[in-house]
C-alpha cells in the first residue's frame, strides 16, 4: 500500500527504550496471546516500508465481518497502541460510527498513530476494539476485538526499521479485551466465531510532516 495521508489525528503523546535498551524485553501481552490467530496473519504481510526519522504507523479499517442478530446501532472501532503492561502508550482512538449492513460493519476509517516507529516499545501490541450502541442499556458495548503484535511488524534491528505494509485480517476475539482485567478474571482469548479473517485492514506508514 505504501504511504498514506493522515486523516485521523490522535491525542496524547508516546514513547519508548530505543537501540540497546529494547534488548531483552519480555512482553507480557505477547506472551498472554500466543497461540491464537493474530500473529500469523501479521507474518503473511509480504510488502514493507522503511520508516525513518519521526514516521509513523498508520491503520485503515476497511470492515469486519460481525454476527449479529438484529442492527447493530452507531458500530465504530476503537484502537489502541498499549504496551507490555497492558498500559495505553497513546490515547485510544474512536473511528467516526460505520454502517452495518448484510452482517458488515464498513467503515474505511484512516487512523495514523502520534507516536513514531522508532520510539514504539518492543513488546506493544496494536489492538482494535469493535463497539457499538445498546439503546435499552444506554451505553456503548464491546462486541469483539483483534490483536497485532508490533514485534512482528517492524524490525528493531535496523536504525530506520521496515514495517510490513499493505493488506491485513485479522480474526475477532471474545470479549473482554485482556488489558480490561477489572471487569472479568482474565481467561485466554478465544475467537468470536471460527470463520477468522474477520477485521480487514491496510497497514502503512505517514511520513512525518
Not at 505477547?30 to 493474530?38: D, E, H, K, V
Not at 480474526?171 to 479485551?177: C, E, N, V
Request: aromatic share 6%; hydrophobic share 35%.
Amino acid at each position: 500500500m505504501g504511504r498514506m495521508a493522515q486523516v485521523v489525528p490522535v491525542g496524547g503523546v508516546g514513547g519508548g527504550p530505543s537501540g540497546d535498551s529494547r534488548k531483552g524485553i519480555q512482553s507480557q501481552l505477547s506472551a498472554q496471546l500466543s497461540g491464537i490467530p493474530g500473529a500469523s496473519s501479521v507474518m503473511s504481510m509480504s510488502q514493507t516500508t522503511v520508516a525513518s526519522g519521526d514516521d509513523r504507523l498508520c491503520i485503515v479499517i476497511k470492515s469486519v465481518e460481525v454476527t449479529y442478530k438484529g442492527d447493530l446501532d452507531r458500530p465504530f472501532f476503537t484502537v489502541s497502541l498499549r504496551g507490555t503492561d497492558g498500559a495505553a502508550i497513546e490515547a485510544p482512538i474512536d473511528t467516526p460510527p460505520g454502517s452495518f449492513r448484510n452482517g458488515f460493519i464498513e467503515a474505511n476509517h484512516t487512523i495514523s498513530l502520534r507516536t513514531p516507529v522508532r520510539l514504539i516499545r518492543e513488546g506493544s501490541v496494536l489492538f482494535i476494539e469493535v463497539k457499538h450502541w445498546k439503546s435499552k442499556e444506554k451505553k456503548f458495548s464491546l462486541r469483539g476485538w483483534a490483536y497485532a503484535p508490533i514485534d512482528q511488524m517492524i524490525d528493531w534491528s535496523k536504525t530506520d526499521p521496515p514495517v510490513r505494509t499493505g493488506p491485513l485480517a485479522l480474526t475477532l476475539m471474545q470479549k473482554p479485551a485482556p488489558f480490561d482485567l477489572g471487569k472479568t478474571p482474565h481467561k485466554r482469548p478465544k475467537p468470536l466465531t471460527s470463520r477468522g479473517n474477520d477485521l480487514q485492514l491496510d497497514i502503512g506508514v505517514q511520513p512525518a510532516n
